[in-house]
Every structure is written in C-alpha cells, then in structure tokens.
C-alpha cells in the first residue's frame, strides 16, 4: 500500500495546471481550453523532434532528465497520512530538499550551457530564490521535528495531533509557508509570471528557451508533479490518523484542488513583484516558518 | 618501533637522492618515496582502526627523552585520508611540474619537500609529547612555505609566502603557551598531562587553555577571523600544493582540535557553544566570499573556509552531544565531522587540480576570461561538476552523506532537545541550510562560466585535454566520492570507531546501528536516484530516435547576430546576490569618469576584497606600524650605535639583579622612615 501516495501524486498533477487554467479563465470571462489541454501539450511534445543549440554540450542533453529523475526521487519519499511513502527513514526530508536541489543544479547550468543572456539571468535569478526558499522549509519541518519528536516525513505526519487553538494555527501557517514554497519552486505569480512575454522578466520560463521537444515535455510535466507533491505535503497536515482511507482520499482531493484554484486566483488578482523585491517576499517565509518555531515551542510549554 | 626507523629512514634518503638525480627523474623518487611512506603509515592506521592499539615510545636523546608514539583511531583515521591526497597529489604533481622542468635546483627542494611533509603530518598525527610535536608542527609549516613559493620570482607568490610563514608561526606560538603552560605545573611534556592538569583545575581555566590551543589550530583551519592567509596562500602554490594543501594541511588544524577536546577535560556545553558560533560565521562568511570571487583558485580557497566551517559545525555539535549527554547527537556530530574532512579532502583536490588543468591549458585564473571549455576538455569539465556536485552536498554524491549525518544530528537535537540548545541548533541548521545554498549559487556560476557557453575571450593557445596519466589520478578521486556517496554504510562505520573515543566505546555496540540502518536507505535512494535518471534519459533516446533532431544557433530572443561577449558573466550571475549582502561585502572599485556628450573610453575594474581582513589585520597593523614608528629613530643604520645597544643591553642585563637590590632597599628604607 506504499505506493498509495505515488499513484494519488500522479493522478493529481494530471488535473493540477488544467484547474489552474480554468481558474484563470473563470476569472477572466474566458470559457478557456480544456481541463486535460496542459496534458495533451505535453503528450505532443514527448512525441515531437527537438532543436539543440549549437552552443550547447552533453550537459543541456542531461539536465532535463536528472531534473526529473530528482522530482521522482523527492515524491518517493513523500507519505500519505499513516501510510509511509516508498521509501522513508528518519532525515528523509533532508534528501527531499537535497534530491531537488540536484534538479535544480542541473536545470541552472543547462541554462548556462547554451551561452544565452537571457537563460544566464534566469538561472541567476533561480538559484538565488531557490536559496532564500530553502531555510524556510528546513525551519519548517525543524518545528515539526520538535513538535512530534520525530526526524521522518512519515512519523511527522502520522504524530501530528491537532487538539489546541495553537495548534491549528500552527497548522494553517504551514500550510501557508508550504503554498508560498510550491508557488516559488515552481516559478508561479507573484514571483515569477509563466506567461509573460517579456523574456528580461522570466524566471524559470527564460530559463527553458532553448529546450524543446521530449525534454521540454519532461521540465512541463515535471513542474505538475511538483505541485501535485507539494499539494499533498498540504494534504498530509489535515490527514489525521485514524480516519479511514477513504475519508483520506477525499480529503486530499479537496486539498489538491482548493490548492490549485488559490493558484489561479493569486494569478489572476495579483501583479508580479519588481524583480529587486522578490528577496524581502521570499524572506518573510523564513520569518513565518520562524513564527511556526515559536508557535510549537509555546505549544510544548517551553517558554512561559 | 621497525615500522617507524624505516620511515625515518626512507624519507631521509629520498630526501637526498631527490637532489642527485636527474630532473626528469625527481618526481619518480617522490612519487616512490611517498608511495613507500603511505604505505608503512597505512600499516599503523589499518590496525588500529580495527582496535588493536599502536603504543610505543621510545628514547631520543638527551633533548627530547622519552618521545611516546601513541595512535589511536583518530590518528588513524586522519593518516588514511591524508596518506590518499598525498598519493593522488604527486601523481598529479608529476605531471604539473613537467613545465618547470628547467629549474633543476626549484624542483629538487620542491620535491624534497613535499616528502619531508608527508613524513611531517604522519609524525604529527604520532607522536604525544609537546616537545617532539612543535618539532614535527615547525618541519610541516617550513616545508609547507617552500611548496607554496615554488614560483619565488613572482612577487605575489612571495608576499603570499611570507604571510603564510608568520602566521603559522603565530600559531605555534599559541601552541607553544598552550603546552608551556601544562608543562610548567605538570613537568610532563606527555600529552596525557594536558588531561590530568585540566582535571585538576576549574572548568573554566581548562576553558582558557582550550581557547589557547583552539586559536592555534584554528588559525591553520582557517577559521574565521584567522582565515586570511588561505586565500592568499592557495592561488600562489602549485596546483597539486593547493588541493594538498586545502585536502590535508589545514585539516591538521581540525585533528589539532580534536586531540585539545580528547585531552582537555572541561565543560564540554560551554565548549560545544563557543565552537559553533564560531564555525557558523565561518561558514557563512567563506562561501560569501566564495561567491563574489571571480580568481578560480582564490574561490575555491574561500570555500575551503566554507567547509571547515561545516566541519567545525560537526565537532561543535558533537561536543553538545557530550554536555547533554545525547550520545546520538554526539555521534552524529564527531562522525559527521570526521567523515566531511575525509570528504572535503577528496573533492577539494579535485577541483583544485582541475582548476590546474584549467589554468595550465588556458594560463588564466580569471573565470571571466573562460568559457565552452567542455567541448575541449571534456573529462576535465566532468570531473569538475562531480566535485561541484559533492561539493554543494548533493546526492549521491559524498558531501551528502557527512552533511546529512551533521543535520540529522542537529534535527535529533531539536527534536528531544531543552529550550536553550533547540533554539540555538535553530539558528544552525539555518546557517547549515543558506551555506549549502550559496555553495549551490557559487558552484553552478564557476562551472557554468568557465565550462559552458562559449570562449569569453580568445585564447591563443591551443586548448586541449590532458594526458591520460594526467586524468588518472583525479578519476581515483571521482571513484572515491561516487562510492561515498553510494555505500556511505561501510564509511560511516570505520568512522564510528574515531567517533566512539569522544563518545564511549558503549555506543558503539548498538546506536550506530540505526544510523547505519537510515544509511542504507539512503544508499538505496541514491542508487534509485542514478537510475531513474538513466532510465528516463534511456526513454528519451528510444522515444526520440526516430523524431526529426536539428542543431541550430541558440534562441537570442529574436537578435540574429549574438557575440560570445553578450553572454552572461561571473559578475552577473552573482549580481543581484552581491546586491543584497553589500553590507557584508567590500568591493574596491576602480572607475573614470564620463565626460562630455560623447564619452571617452571609460575603464572600470572591481576588486573583491575581505572586510574581516580590514578590520582585524590591516587597520590593527597599520596603528602598530604607527606606533612602531615612533622608535624610528632607533634605526639610525651608524654600526656604532648599534654597538651601543648591545652595549647597553649587556649592561643593563648584568646590572639587573643590583638594580633590584637597591630598589628593594630604598623600599625598605622608605617604609622604615
């Protein structure tokens, strides 16, 4: 039954960009494409030949598929509610953040590979984001460690007891940081617009311009699995041991797709942020994971 | 007691036989001469990893006495990983310092050198007698300056030297008040009277005396505010010094702090405190500086800094474990340590001789000036992103695997932690968290600016990969920190046996095990990780082999005639960092004017500079040298008044004890009246 939180994973990030869109076309008056069109793009793309710069070595041919590989690997570890996810130890949440990382490495210097200034910027801009990002997360599941006395995502999830008013706080402002996390990781509004047209204010989508065909395809897919993972990471702080799988299954759903429209909703009401105050957002999650810290030291009686 | 003669021996000879023959053979007797002596000192080390203890001690002379050689599992382990670097540095050296070949007499003592230093770091790691030790310590320093200014002509390489020279003789100094101090109430120069004097006294004094020793070795460490002579010292030696140099040298500092926390028995808490407040700013500042350095070798010096503080965040942490009596925490954090300075040592050489290689090919240091060098070195550009990879801690490579030991000790820390140390291991698992992400940001500017894209600037020289003897040695490396990263279950148990002398042999028996047990998860998902990797990349090639593939010119957003000039740079890859910790940094810049509606030519350079430099070396020696001056006078270069100093100093010295008669019977006389 392990491979319970894969298959939901996967089935959810085959809905998760079409919700969004609708979302979007909702709010804007448009009857917009179809809830599987970000899928059958992708499907085209895996069928399609593909342009390598000449610029370019082994390494842009690479990066795709590592980056991938290293999203698998983090999804993997991920449990769903009592039941562990392929693989989990005690620190598996480490090699979480570090199997993405290795992704994110390889999709910098494939950027880099192809000598454009556009791509060198994106992946400037990249991995200083993805540097500000992570001490949030690592605070983050540092809190939680202390709350349940555990150092496993599967043990942490299963542990989580809400019982006082400080608790769901606590709960509610991590599932807020982790949202914030999902929407930088994976390049969404307010700190980077996947659909602009202007290259000079791109993060990740500058990043992959010169990527195309089954390797385009991988990058595409991969950001749905990200969300869908990052969606059930939500998830697992509302599945609450004891309650029957299928109650767990609902809940999920419901998560991934309140999870899903909050991303359209943000795209469609809010504005990208100057480039030079995307840092000072990206710190306050630092800030409110620090909060969560404070919030479980008040929860366990540590400081009164 | 044979094993230790032959050693003598062999080092003396060769020492000498290096200067007889001839050029092109010196490296050869080098190479045999350490290949000879790693493998009697691997003799000692391998035994007693495997507990059966080294204990000898034995009669030298009137001057030293009795000199105990004591190795026990922390020697053994640091002369494992030193004796690999050693090896994997002359069989890269050889071939480095075929250029230099018309500098018979250079070459001679360069060698000499590094054959006397190997014998150096063993006898350090050895013997436990204060006396015999500064001996051994002096020898390392002396002949680790000669291998730094191999290229003595240059001026930079000289002022580097010299700066290196004093300020590892201010370390021995400190070194020498540490053991003068423990002498003069013990009478024993045996390392075992460390231990008995601070169980006689208070905590706090052992406290004093282990901050004398921790400066001392910290200043080799390169800890900061004691870093500044790294950055200077690594660019100037030859590569294989450098990756020597960073890999095994200053990791004495790290086995010299170790042996203080072993011998020193004080308040391990307060110790533990101090050690990663300390290590966390060292962490933090190397790799910010790291960042912004766009010298290869002065980068990858900077983060040379960066992992000794990861590595001091382990000893720190372990001693925690100690003061709080978690074992787990203990071990996670002396294991962690031990197992990152065997890693750093690996993948440090390794982007150090490539960025040999680099400069050998391209006779440029300046990552700006690089660029699209894996389409001529292939092999070198790879194994540069293996050791990037390491480097950064990412899977499965080896940094991985002691960084994760460090954080899940820290995570355990927080989880059955008091209020005091939980929140202070917060604080380090944020430093830990934003150095390995500015180690990432770092990393993918050096490979992607001087490997990727294309030539920033034209080389005249023909650029090409080198010899297969050339890449053999940095391929042992590469093997040794994939297999790290892939089966860390067999590293981490050798380790557990240096780790179980802090922590008590009792652990060792059954905590480790879960440990180990975590390990071979991640083995498995390090292996997953490879081979989904290979798997997908498998897929890709069988789904797009018969799809149309075309090369064209890179995507220039609509702009048809892009130069390699128009690509992004160094600088600008860190810009927007650099712009938010400006507060933290110094840039000097160098900058003309524009003038008038047309503007002339306009020349603009900036240089990185050490603010910690500026404010505890350069301001505090400039009011010294101010101060100083007033004795100019002195200086007056007439011999005969230099005669007279002397003169009056005999004088003075005979005089002394009269004069503290009479000023002892004047206060008599006064208190009389």
Redesign the interface.
């Known amino acids: 039954m392990n491979i319970l939180s894969l298959i939901l994973i996967i089935f959810a990030s085959l809905f998760f960009t079409g919700i969004i869109i609708r979302t979007k076309s909702f709010f804007s008056g448009r009857k917009g494409p179809g809830i599987f069109q970000p899928l059958k793009d992708i499907w085209r793309l895996?069928?399609?030949?593909?342009?390598?710069?000449?610029?370019?070595?082994?390494?842009f041919q690479?990066a795709?598929?590592?980056y991938?590989?290293?999203v698998?690997?983090a999804i993997?570890?991920i449990p769903f509610g009592n039941q562990p996810g392929i693989?989990?130890?005690?620190?598996?949440f480490?090699?979480f953040a570090?199997?993405l990382?290795?992704g994110?490495?390889f999709i910098?210097?494939s950027a880099?590979?192809?000598?454009?200034?556009?791509?060198?910027?994106g992946?400037?801009?990249e991995?200083?984001y993805?540097?500000?990002v992570?001490?949030a997360f690592?605070?983050l599941?540092?809190s939680f460690?202390?709350l349940?006395?555990?150092?496993s995502f599967y043990e942490i999830f299963s542990l989580l007891h809400f019982g006082s008013y400080t608790s769901y706080a606590v709960g509610a402002l991590a599932a807020l940081v982790l949202v914030i996390i999902a929407l930088i990781e994976n390049s969404r509004m307010p700190v980077d617009d996947p659909k602009t047209h202007l290259?000079l204010t791109m993060v990740h989508e500058v990043m992959i311009?010169?990527n195309s065909?089954?390797?385009l395809g991988?990058i595409l897919y991969a950001t749905n699995l990200k969300f869908a993972m990052y969606g059930t990471l939500i998830a697992n702080f509302f599945l609450t041991p004891g309650n029957e799988w299928y109650y767990s299954i609902i809940i999920f759903a419901v998560t991934q797709t309140t999870f899903a429209v909050t991303v359209g909703a943000v795209e469609s009401f809010m504005a990208r942020f100057r480039?030079?105050h995307n840092?000072q957002y990206i710190f306050v999650i630092t800030s409110i994971s620090l909060l969560i810290?404070l919030g479980v030291?008040l929860l366990l009686g540590?400081?009164i | 007691m044979g094993i230790i003669l032959s050693i003598i021996i062999v080092t003396l000879c060769s020492a000498i036989l290096v200067g007889l023959v001839k050029e092109a053979w010196k490296s050869n007797v080098a190479l045999v001469a350490v290949l000879v002596n790693g493998v009697l000192s691997t003799c000692i080390a391998v035994p007693v990893l495997l507990n059966v203890p080294f204990d000898y001690s034995f009669y030298a002379g009137n001057v030293f006495g009795q000199i105990p050689v004591r190795v026990d599992s922390l020697s053994g382990w640091f002369i494992l990983l030193m004796n690999f670097t050693i090896l994997t540095g002359i069989l890269y050296g050889r071939l480095y310092m075929k250029h230099y070949e018309n500098q018979s007499a250079n070459l001679s003592l360069h060698f000499a050198s590094y054959i006397i230093i190997h014998f150096a770091m063993i006898g350090i790691y050895c013997v436990q007698n204060s006396f015999a030790f500064l001996c051994v310590w002096e020898m390392m320093a002396i002949t680790s300056f000669i291998l730094i200014i191999f290229e003595y002509h240059k001026m930079e390489t000289l002022k580097a030297g010299i700066n290196y020279l004093i300020q590892s003789h201010i370390s021995i100094m400190f070194m020498t008040i540490g053991f003068v101090w423990v002498n003069s109430y013990t009478g024993s120069f045996d390392f075992n009277a460390v231990n008995e004097y601070t169980t006689s006294v208070s905590p706090s004094i052992s406290f004093v005396l282990f901050l004398v020793f921790f400066i001392a070795f910290a200043i080799k460490a390169g800890f900061v505010p004691f870093h500044t002579w790294l950055p200077y010292a690594h660019p100037a030696a030859p590569s294989h010094v450098s990756g020597v140099m960073s890999g095994v040298i200053i990791k004495l500092g790290i086995y010299g702090i170790l042996r203080t926390l072993l011998l020193i028995n004080g308040d391990y808490l307060t110790t533990g405190y101090f050690i990663i407040v300390v290590s966390v700013i060292t962490g933090v500042y190397g790799v910010m500086l790291a960042i912004i350095q766009h010298n290869i070798k002065k980068l990858l010096a900077y983060h040379s800094i960066e992992n000794i503080g990861i590595i001091g965040i382990g000893i720190g942490l372990g001693c925690i474990g100690l003061g709080l009596n978690n074992s787990y925490l203990a071990f996670a954090g002396f294991a962690g340590a031990m197992l990152h300075t065997l890693n750093h040592s690996l993948f440090k050489s390794l982007l150090f001789y490539c960025a040999g290689t680099v400069y050998q090919a391209t006779h440029t240091l300046e990552i700006e000036q690089l660029g699209g060098l894996i389409k001529r070195m292939p092999h070198t550009a790879t194994l540069f992103l293996i050791a990037a990879l390491a480097i950064c801690g990412l899977p499965p490579f080896n940094g991985f695997i002691s960084e994760f030991l460090i954080y899940s000790g820290l995570f355990r820390g927080i989880a059955d932690g008091e209020l005091s140390s939980t929140t202070f291991l917060v604080v380090c698992v944020l430093g830990l968290v934003i150095i390995g992400g500015m180690a990432m940001l770092c990393f993918t500017k050096a490979f992607g600016i001087i490997f990727l894209g294309t030539e920033r600037h034209h080389q005249n020289a023909t650029i090409e990969e080198t010899s297969v003897s050339g890449l053999t040695p940095k391929y042992l490396i590469a093997v040794m920190i994939v297999l790290i990263g892939v089966i860390p279950q067999f590293f981490v148990t050798v380790v557990s046996r240096p780790a179980s002398l802090f922590t008590g042999s009792s652990i060792i028996e059954y905590k480790p095990l879960e440990i180990i047990d975590t390990l071979s998860f991640i083995s498995i998902s390090a292996i997953g990780l490879i081979l989904l990797s290979a798997i997908i990349f498998w897929t890709k090639k069988i789904a797009s082999a018969r799809a149309h593939v075309v090369e064209a010119p890179t995507w220039g957003c609509g702009y048809v005639a892009p130069t390699a000039r128009q690509q992004y740079t160094a600088n600008s890859f860190v810009r927007s960092f650099r712009k938010l910790v400006h507060g933290l940094l110094m840039m000097n810049k160098n900058e003309n004017e524009m003038i008038g509606v047309f503007p002339n030519a306009v020349h603009s350079e900036t240089h990185p500079y050490d603010k910690m430099e500026k404010t505890f070396i350069d301001v505090p020696l400039k009011h010294l040298k101010g101060f100083m001056g007033v004795f100019r006078f002195l200086q007056n270069g007439n011999p005969q008044f230099y005669i007279l100093y002397g003169v009056v100093f005999i004088f003075l010295i005979l005089t002394l004890p009269y004069l503290m008669n009479i000023i002892l019977f004047l206060n008599e006389l006064l208190k009389q009246i």
Do not use: H
């Open positions: 895996f069928r399609k030949g593909a342009v390598y710069s000449q610029t370019s070595s082994f390494i690479v795709p598929s590592i991938f590989a290293s698998l690997m993997f570890l693989i989990s130890f005690n620190g598996d480490i090699f570090y199997a990382a290795l994110r490495f910098i210097i880099l590979d192809t000598g454009s200034s556009f791509e060198g910027m992946a400037s801009r991995a200083l993805s540097l500000l992570e001490p690592f605070i599941m540092g460690a202390l349940t006395g555990n150092t290259e311009l010169d065909g089954f390797d991988l480039m030079n840092p810290f030291l540590k400081i």
